[in-house]
């Protein structure tokens, strides 16, 4: 089976920009989770969807976005960017909803530079 | 407010050691403790997880132990290969309704040949 892809890898925008990710989770994987990683803050939960619902949102401003389409693929936007935006963005998937199964499967994440 | 702390930033070991990292957390209601393991470049890797039942679960040359009075999670590796150098996130798990995954800012091992 595939992993998880996520495309693109790199990104470099301008502040005020706006971006979008794209996550194509595991063949059979509905649920699908968005993190942004780092170095001061560490792995943060964004949101995480299922079934094309937001069944779960972190503590970021509504600048951060999501959706999830019926074949489970998923997309994260950030408007108006600003450069503490700069991170590595990472999509988790798994088969099912969190409280059923531990173990999400990570792409190999977005690196989005805003200069 | 951090929910899961990874105190020490970085630790180095000697090839065939042990390694011990060390996380804590900060409420008694998390269903489950993971580790994960990262590589520069790649996404983490899901390594071993524990449920807040239990205290001891082991796989392989990986160990992790949890502490519920202490609210404190270790991951052991042991022996320690060169190969495990990479950094190790300590995530917790809440299921249910509104499941959530923290995760710790991470350790980077180090391990020496």
């Known amino acids: 089976k595939a992993g998880v892809t996520q495309t693109p890898r790199y990104l470099i925008k301008t502040r005020g920009q706006q971006v979008t990710l794209s996550c194509s989770p595991i063949?059979?994987?509905?649920?699908v989770s968005w993190y942004q990683q780092t170095p001061g803050q560490g792995l943060q939960f964004l949101f995480e969807y299922f079934s094309e619902t937001q069944r779960n949102k972190g503590n970021f401003p509504g600048r951060f976005s999501g959706r999830q389409f019926s074949n489970s693929r998923s997309e994260m936007n950030v408007s108006t960017l600003e450069l503490g935006d700069s991170a590595l963005y990472l999509c988790a998937s798994s088969l099912e909803v969190w409280g059923q199964g531990v173990e999400q499967y990570f792409g190999p994440g977005t690196r989005l530079t805003v200069t | 407010d951090q929910q899961v702390k990874q105190n020490s930033p970085s630790l180095s070991v000697q090839e065939g050691r042990i390694s011990i990292l060390n996380c804590d957390y900060t409420n008694s209601m998390f269903d489950y403790f993971l580790w994960y393991k990262k590589y520069p470049a790649e996404g983490p890797t899901f390594l071993i997880s524990?449920?807040?039942?239990?205290d001891k679960n082991e796989d392989g040359r990986f160990t992790v132990f949890l502490n519920k009075s202490a609210k404190h999670l270790s991951l052991h590796i042991v022996p320690s290969q060169p190969g495990d150098s990479a950094v190790y996130f300590c995530?917790?798990?809440?299921?249910?309704?509104?499941?959530?995954?923290?995760f710790g800012k991470g350790i980077t091992l180090s391990v020496r040949p």
């Open positions: 524990i449920s807040s039942i239990k």
């Open positions: 995530a917790v798990l809440t299921t249910g309704a509104n499941s959530k995954l923290t």
């Open positions: 063949s059979g994987h509905r649920s």
